[in-house]
């Protein structure tokens, strides 16, 4: 059984991270119903709420839709049914009740097909002033079982198994379905009832509240009134906190506890609290006293719902506005951004954002895939995401922050243990913290500085006057189109480019050897090389400038290929004329981000030519640093770049998806080498930089666990068999046709990235183009893809353990809309 | 009784954020044992569990303590009572048990003094292999009410009302005690079993899990067996976890539902589950046959328990030596970090960390009052943690991370709208996010020099070709001794100092203006104004130059005193001269940190001066950068420094405290003109610069928090009436004493801050001065206070809602061991 449970749960995990794409209608009031425990009453709250809606004389709201999407004990128990059966009881007298309908079939099916409908459905009709006021309940169990246990077991003793993803697509199209119950005359309100408690597990295993969490419905809580409910209701609400649910009202049953009263201290200014009278305990009562009897607790709970819906919607009507006039947006011309262009997201599950927008006049609450990562920084799926939800409540309880110099704290030794045995392993032994990419680039240049002066004998002389040093100028050895980050000393390693302009930053004057690299690509089908003018190359063949396939690029044969001496060649040639140029300057470090340049525009750089460069630079005694902050942890389909490269660094930067894309963190990793130059007796030798949240607890926590799940083989079911590299993400057939395309003039496709580069020339191309603009528009508008260009390069990239069917969707969109794309100029 | 119930919250609030500082041993392994619910069986499973290790037939463990600290419903109930009946009847047949003592009187007592020692004590001998091993069980009741409801329902109805601190210190000291059980000849286990389910009430109001907190002991969960019980367990677990505790096994009673199962499952890989025979439902049952069929389980549990102790020592043993070799800390000189001087912080609750230390060979787990506030980060008294702890939570699992550009999302939303209601009130209108303060003071450069660029038509033409843009040199005006940040663009910012010399940053260059500033300090009792040699200062009387307050330092009625006019005429002088110097050169901003020096060396700057250095700079159309990342939020007492100096900025800085001290997180506030300065329609103009991170939600969460909870009265009690700033926190007697002290040479005390700088000469003064460090030490392993000096100047930082109790405590410490300073040379 134990077997089983384990396949059930690797099924279960499966199941939850399978994306979630259906738009949910947004104007009617929809709450889901969850219990702090099974029997406080979920289904009485849900009873009497309808009623009350129901109750009211005017028009609206027109109709209640009840949802039971799982049942068991069924048909003997039957949630819907209950309601059916006694909410009209519940109406006032005066009320004509006219049943319209009142199918009993059972609508569970474990099939994959969503049953015919079958709701249990009532109209009853009002005699207000003047007008008679029609109104309607329909009830829907959607799944069902016959034993009264929880549905994972049931699933285990009577089969019928359902999948999450099942589960979800009947909801949402239940959902949908049932805005047309107002019949356009008034509000419909939506209840989906929960089974069990808030962690009680669906029929997959899923728990209640990670089965939902796509919708993210706002929630109504039935508190527990017993004895130890105050524990159990509270311990529900950090439940369903932890999966960023809103919780409208508790609700709870008095038992002589006075569990309300601390409760509603306990809670005060986060969420209503409300009593209910105690339910009577005799099997034979029908509860129709009790229900009329809590009417105007109904009432109450009717209206914090009210009010907490319209704040929503007016909050969610406000924030493009409000954005537009606070918020200064990075990277982004304000001019440029319409009001309503601006997206308004109001959460993420997994790979998606959950996007709220106003289409044809409707609120609807979207998912997009979140194709550019969140700026490069994911790799949650959804449960990654809510087991570093926890983590992260868990280190800010245990530690908050902790200050770090000569301190050690569980999560940053662990972190540290982690980096030097994966992304350090076999040359790196410290790890020095800092928050960002940046950070972690302006420490490695320090590093490597002094590792140079340190090694070629420029600060031997310890009381050497500071003139005499200032007049050494150190510079690095870099590439065309690289972007190391936007702090000055960063941008100083970068060759000039729009980022760098006296408009950006007056101070840049990029202090670099900048070299011209090979770029390699797919056009065609076939995987090129390109060469800059500045590498003589009238002696390649056209022949050499095709690759066979992609993995042969990486592949160490090409060592003793001509083009590796053209390269060679051109290096050495460069290095040498410039350390003739001058004696005062050196270039004490070389820096590149391996096989990538990210910000750049998505070039691949011959992998040959960055292996030349740091031969030559070991040679020369020149430090080498690899700048990993895009291209770490798996964003190429391996845990580092460096493995495609094969040469390893003296030191290495990593932060974006370090934490798995949650927190910034970065690490600026070393050899000990590095370390020791920075040895003495003294402080002043020490490395001086430092941020106050260096090392904070929550980013270390979140490593810990990012690095541990992208390698584990039971949680990333995209790892190869030899667990060293990700499976084909992007679909090669349909990569080999976009870089076919007439407009496409060359695609870069490598674990989780896929670029593709549009066909334009002069002002079209380049980082300020807005040549693909309405491309994206659509995307973004009618494919629910949240692309972000780079000028004339659109990309899409996905999370270490992004399902590859998902994938296919993506890129299958792009296609599609590339192939029509017909740029206005 | 709601009105009641609100008190006694507020209470709760205030007792819980109370300081705890009592050592814990840690050799001897301790539990506390929480429900999952009430009666799932608590108590019956730490009878079991002691029983299992009494049963060792070894010498090891001798002895038992068993802690229940609040019993209801007592005598009838008396959970202490049924262990100390049932345990020895559980152990095996050829046991001689022989009771030693068997006090049963009431321990309840509401009454500060913890009473005499009252309790029941059991010793039992085996005949073992030879000798005679001896055996002891000791089971107390610490509070106890008689009626059978929650504690705090009990408190309530029979009075005797406990402050948890007194519930805290009276475990602790029984914790502390128990050592001593064993006689020196075996482990002692201890067992605390708390009050109902894990977010029970206690006394006071304060649930179970923030009760026992400051201990943070490792825990067993009782889980629920029953149905539902799924789903308590879990939440119950996450409740846990969000306040930090490492659950060590979780069990429970088998009720025929596979609860056990599923958990097992589910926990897997992160704690082991045990499940219990079903519990007799029978009141006559005694439980004797129960607990002895379910003793291979508790045998299994023992098991687990050890183990988790056994790594946990190991590991916290090995941290020192790891740390040593893995890490490398920021401003450290490794050479002068001794193996076991390195801290091992276990955890922080609110202003305190949780050190672990072998003293006199014992292990303990030792509070240090955190008084550099981690590096000037911290806010958070124990309530707000755990608010945050929860507040991460949800942020991680609504939103993960999600890209900031052109999108909206409610936490960054809200974030500015606080921002731009409280520091930025008046005068700001735009946020620009980003990851920490040197970021943060390299954006605002940026923005400040495209204003003044602006503002003087440097950047009319934009065709203007670079190499006439570049013969344009941009510096700042600023104060030496000023600190900015360790990133290059922030270095540059800032005047030569040991944090830039070549060693440090070869690319350093020091693009400014630096002036000298008037100090003010606190020396002899008496307020002092210290003018640099640069100021003509002939003129200035000795009375001029002693305040007859801090308060009158800040007074502008000083804007027409002779001081002033010293102070413009220098200021006006040295920019007209720079001016002069060069063509191409332009003071193109103004960079201050407000009112007080951080990292330059807790400097208090006359206000005056800066007030005018503000008005100077205003009338020269210089943009004027506040860098309030240390000076902001309540830091210096009121919620922005600029309240302190009477001025505005066009730009401001805030990092650090604004998260509350959890997260990073940095914003950059400005006017709509600097915002203005980067609109047109190209998308070359607007501000290029961005960090992944940008406005990430749980830091924009954390801040949302924070912000509020410091400037609401209800939260932070320190607030003075006005609510506008705080109560004074360090003692002004004791700080005048300081002052007088013969080898102190000045104290600045501001808001949260108190600094102390001693006399010395010589290589002893300055950043890498040594001179403090026996100091140090003393405080640190003697004081429990955890200080981190700038070379000879000493600080203590609280938080904002640090009670003033706890400030003086720590101040008297640092003066009683200043009194007697006599540093060795």
Redesign the interface.
Known sequence: ??RR??L??ARRRRHYSSSFSSALPLASPTFAVF?A???VGKTLVSAGLAASLLRSPTASPSAVLYLKPLQTGFPADSDAGFLFRRVPALLRPSTAARLVASLDTLSCSPSLEPPPPSPEEAAFSYAGEGETVRKILTCRTLYAWREA??P??AVEREGMAVEDAHVRSRLAACLVEGEDLGEGEGEVWKLIETA??????GPS?T??CDLYRPF?LPTILVGDGR??G???T???Y??L?????DISAVILEDRG??ND??L???L?NRVPVLVLPPIPEDPSDDLTDWLSESSSVFGLLKDALQSFHSRRIQ?LNS??R??K?????????????PVD????????CGES?STYKVKDNKMMMIPQF?A?A?????G?DSNL??E???D???????????????????P??RC??LL?GGVGKDWA???????????AI?IA??MA??KF?FDHGI?LDSDKS?TN??N???KVLALQGSYHG?????M?AQAPS??T???????Y?G?GLFLDPPTVFIRNETCCLSLPQSIQHGHLSPGDKCIPSLAEVFCNTRDSSYAADLYSTYISQQLSEYSLSSNTEHV?ALIIEPVIQGAGGMHMIDPLFQRLLVKECRNRKIPVIFDEVFTGFWRLGVESASELLGCLPDIACY??LMTG????LAATV?TEGV?EA???????????????????A??CSAAVKAIQWFRDPSTNLNLDLDRKRLKELWDGTLVNQLSSLPNVSRVVSLGTLCAIELKAEGSDAG??S?YARCLIQQLREEDDLYV?PLGNVIYLMCGPCTARDSCTEQLSKVYRRISSFNPVH
Chains 1, 2 share one sequence.
């Open positions: 059984m134990l449970l384990l059930a749960h219990g425990n099974t029997g246990v929880s994972h077991l069990g408690g808030v962690a009680s597990p295993g728990l209640q993210r004895l130890g105050i524990s159990s509270l311990s529900a950090e439940t906190l932890l999966r960023g649910y506890l006075s009263m601390f509603l201290s306990y005060r909050r924030m493009q409000k954005s006039d606070l918020l200064w947006w990075p990277f982004t011309q304000h001019n440029l951004v262009s601006v997206t308004v997201i109001d959460s993420r954002f979140d550019c969140s700026w490069w920084t994911q949650p995401q809510m570093l939800a926890r992260m409540g868990y280190a800010a309880g245990r530690y908050g922050h902790v200050m770090f110099p000569e301190n050690a704290h569980e940053a030794l540290a243990e030097l032994s410290r790890v020095y913290y800092s928050d960002n990419g940046s950070t302006e240049l320090k500085f002094r002066s600060l500071m040093e200032r050494i100028q150190l936007d702090t000055l000393g960063a100083e729009a980022y302009s006296f408009l950006q930053q007056p101070w004057s202090r004490a932060a974006k894309g949650i927190v910034p070393t370390f920075f040895k003495s007796d003294s402080k002043l030798t020490a490395l001086l930089h430092g941020h106050s949240y260096t090392a904070h929550m980013g980082y300020a807005l972000r």
